[in-house]
């Protein structure tokens, strides 16, 4: 005897055939699915890694004025302007208990009171009065 456990192959084996059947449309779809689900991500790995759509940017200070440029390895003698920042001044509040200071041109630098404002000519006084940069604020 061979156990409880025991299975016939020719016993299963018109089982799976007849399931396959009843659900034929179902497997299809879901193998459908799967292989559109594969494309794409491979696609999208693809696309990323194209080398010919990456773009370096580069910051240039002459005097007071910050100038920000991209340029595409395609054309690098066209280069695209983004922001000119010619005032390099930056505020903070005098009831900020963080120490945050930040460019006239930030969101953060908005919101502060104008009573409560304090103006530095350069980042580096900002700096020296013990100020760090706000997390929200970049150059």
Sequence with gaps: MLGPFHFSMNS???KIIN???TYQSDIVLAICMIMLTVISFNLGKI???DSSVKQTASIERDGGSTTASIYSPSSPS???KVATHTDL????????KSKYYHFTWCSGAKQINTANKITFASEQEAIAAGYTLAT????
Excluded: E, F, R
């Excluded at 001044?89 to 900020?96: G, I, L």
């Design 78 to 80: 066209s280069a695209k």
């Design 89 to 96: 001044s930056v505020v903070a509040s005098k009831k900020s």
């Design 12 to 14: 299963m084996l018109p």
């Design 19 to 21: 399931l396959v059947k």
């Design 136 to 139: 929200n604020c970049t150059k």
């Design 47 to 49: 696309s990323a890694s």
